[in-house]
């Protein structure tokens, strides 16, 4: 038996206001898709965070039931998790549900282990850190729900795991049911897997399909596993997406010119145009000086950016089109009045987001709905 496992998809996000960039993630979507149905899998799982915001729109919507339904006509189950993409503080009832009602795929982040094909599958939607104790009790239940199930036992959660990133880590390798022979993980965007002692089968992270504003630019791989099961043990495959190429490169201010010429030839036979980022170090710096070099890879890349990086303005950058980073120059500049990494992550992933669309009614029920959940925290 084989099955797709397929994380991070953030289906809808448009990087850097760029129709191409969103079309580069459907593009990629697709891919992982038709390779599936290529390799005639049993079954896909998509372990959180389909789509960039809870409120998507239709392209993105529309994208993820084509692709769900195609995996039906070749005969191919589906199932899904709920990423913090995918959640709205709101009350409201998830886009992904859609799916599930209609049947085009099965909901399975509630906890509850399901037998599919002699195996058993179990997932729960992402938990914050503030509700983790809440969780152990879940955690051990599904232990003792599978302990005795002879067949393979699947995991799907969308948890950062420390020993894989102690800074977004929300548990620890020890924390999870030991049972499982897959723990199929979505969140952490880098390709990663590890087997431990103590837990039956390994921990597996995909990453997402293409790189995402929060990763920055760099020369990456980005693919999605196939995962054999036919033997006692879970075997993964890793599969790689033909993603658009981005490179950064650093130069000194006065070999700028021999470092464009040295993009020039690495990239001009590139099937798809790239987005570039150069960083420039020196003093004495010449800005037109720059655009002048700078501009000899415009019709060579999608997307080129350029940094000044100095001693004087190690925080200061010029860019020839508008910030690939601006979410993190705005967490960048909240930070100094915050001082506090969950308020800023409220103020720019919650708030933000309603008040620049008009959504001043959605914001207030935001704002209610976090007091009402820090109350509790405060009783507690």
Same mark, same amino acid.
């Given at each position: 038996m084989l099955f797709s496992h397929i994380s991070d998809t953030h289906l809808g996000l448009v990087q850097y206001g760029?129709?191409?960039r969103e079309q580069d993630v459907y593009d990629v979507f697709n891919q992982a898709i038709d390779k599936s149905i290529e390799d005639n899998v049993d079954f896909v799982i998509f372990a959180g965070d389909i789509f960039h915001v809870p409120n998507p729109n239709g392209t993105a919507i529309v994208q993820m039931g084509n692709a769900l339904k195609r995996l039906k006509e070749n005969n191919i *189950?589906?199932?899904?998790?709920?990423?913090? $993409?995918?959640?709205?503080?709101?009350?409201?009832?998830?886009?992904?549900?859609?799916? $599930?009602?209609?049947?085009?795929?099965?909901?399975?982040? =509630?906890?509850?282990? &399901?037998?599919?094909k002699g195996i058993m599958l179990a997932g729960l939607d992402k938990i914050r850190k503030t509700e983790m104790p809440q969780y152990e009790e879940i955690f051990s239940d599904l232990e003792k729900n599978v302990e005795k199930f002879a067949g393979h036992k699947i995991l799907v959660l969308h948890q950062g795991i420390t020993e894989f990133n102690k800074f977004a880590g929300e548990l620890q390798s020890t924390d999870l049911p030991k049972n499982f022979t897959y723990y199929a993980m979505g969140h952490l965007h880098d390709k990663d897997i590890k087997q431990f002692n103590h837990l039956k089968g390994p921990i597996a992270y995909p990453g997402s399909i293409e790189l995402t504003t929060s990763e920055g630019i760099k020369e990456i791989k980005k693919g999605f596993f196939e995962v054999d099961i036919s033997g006692d043990e879970a075997v993964p495959?890793?599969?790689?997406? /033909?993603?658009?190429?981005?490179?950064s490169f650093n130069t000194e201010y006065k070999e700028l010119a021999k470092t464009i010429d040295q993009i020039v030839e690495k990239i001009s036979n590139l099937t798809k145009k790239p987005i570039i980022e150069v960083k420039i170090q020196g003093e004495e710096i010449e800005t037109d000086q720059i655009q002048a070099q700078i501009a000899r890879? =415009?019709?060579?890349?999608?997307?080129?950016?350029?940094?000044?990086?100095?001693?004087?303005?190690?925080?200061?950058?010029?860019?020839?089109?508008?910030?690939?980073?601006?979410? *993190?120059?705005?967490?960048?500049?909240?930070?100094? &009045?915050?001082?506090?990494?969950?308020?800023? =992550?409220?103020a720019i992933k919650e708030l933000l987001p309603k008040l620049s669309t008009d959504g001043i009614n959605e914001a207030l029920e935001i704002i209610?709905? /976090?007091?009402?959940k820090f109350k509790k925290e405060e009783e507690q």
């Open positions: 760029s129709n191409e *189950d589906s199932f899904f998790i709920l990423g913090e $993409h995918d959640i709205s503080r709101i009350r409201t009832t998830p886009i992904p549900y859609i799916y $599930h009602n209609l049947g085009f795929s099965k909901y399975i982040g =509630n906890g509850k282990p &399901i037998e599919y495959k890793w599969i790689e997406l /033909d993603i658009r190429p981005q490179f890879l =415009n019709t060579l890349s999608l997307r080129c950016f350029w940094k000044i990086t100095t001693k004087q303005t190690s925080d200061s950058s010029v860019f020839l089109d508008r910030p690939n980073v601006i979410e *993190d120059e705005m967490f960048r500049l909240s930070a100094k &009045i915050l001082d506090s990494e969950k308020d800023i =992550n409220f209610v709905d /976090d007091y009402e």
